[in-house]
């Protein structure tokens, strides 16, 4: 029987080599890069500085596209911003993005070495995710990556939302696990209203984008499975 | 407007002092403590260790109670285990108890120094310590013991019937008691049932504490306030 963890990017210490972790961002990290990806996106390599992506362009090619945001604002001299409705098939298909944002691209440093294999997940693709996850043998982390270290009540419902498809399948939870299956649970029909209420999606509502938070609390809106493969996210399959 | 924060004791980094820490340790120190105060105990000390209790037994006088447990049972020499329904009138009417427990203790250590005033909850008192802390301004941490360092649902559930109180009372959630709250919300009516699906409610069963658990689980069931004079547990009023 495979284990089902949740924990918090910021405060995790790994207990050994976890089979599979997932990467939860769902304010916007994960959700840009399970759309691009979605939307025909060839890679998406996460780096954690700014300076990175730019760097990382240099030695790839001008084609690259660069995206992220700081302060929750796209970067000067990036091509695309953190709202995933900028990562449209016409924008992304086929292209290798270089992705960096506060806390996802956090998140993503910390579980490299700590996995066997890496996945993202946000709400948009929770469902494809967990199918694959559950046919893991061994443990398997949700990494919530939180807002600058804080518990994220999206990340939470959205490590939920993996959970409770993977307890469907016969994967046991640990009593994090339990409680955001349960909260999903509980606003599996209403995840708009339950993610707009958290404190990064208020944020995100002030800054100008609502329009994100609603479309990244459409659950299950792609069959697609980010993976990592050591460098970059790629569609699984 | 008053915040109210839920964080678990093993990871909290105290940001400034907090007006109010709110210890919770379902299974089963805080319950065992609101159970002594509510049945007439004049006062509970938490104590780290063993030979403290001893030691402070010999400081206060032979008529000390000694309660508490490790791995679960009874510590040899120690009058009182760590089951609520030891903590009876006949016994401990009156009463100074020294305790010492495996996870409780230490989030009353951790939070020691880091709160102006300081609360003992359990489900069972929920209601009563949250009509009290709503009155509190400033911010509100509940603080989970959980279990050797890991999320615990039942203190987690705890929190959430705290902070529901306290949001209706006006005071402003956090996303983590957003997410502890409308965990509560959705199983208030089968709290016995989410807690029992816990893993240190499972292992308390195996251990035959079922019991235990069920009396964990009764829902205000006392009009208690456990509050820290720095010495000691008193019934607040």
Known sequence: VSAFSVQQADTWTPNGLASAVVVIDVLRATTVIATALANGAARVIPVAEVTDAFALRERIGPATLLG????????????????????????????????????????????????????????INAGAVAERVSAETGSIVALCAGTEGRFSLEDWACAGAVALRCAERGVELDDAAIAAAELFRAHRSDLYALVASGEHAQLLARAGFADDVRDAAMLDRYDVVPFFDGEALKRLL
Do not use: K
């Open 68 to 123: 992220g945001e700081r302060r929750n604002q796209r970067v000067e001299g990036f091509d695309l911003g953190n709202s995933p409705a900028e990562y449209t098939p016409q924008r992304v298909a086929g292209a290798t993005i270089v992705i960096t944002t506060t806390n996802g691209t956090r998140a993503f440093a910390r579980a490299q070495g700590s996995a066997t294999r890496l996945y993202a997940a946000a709400l």
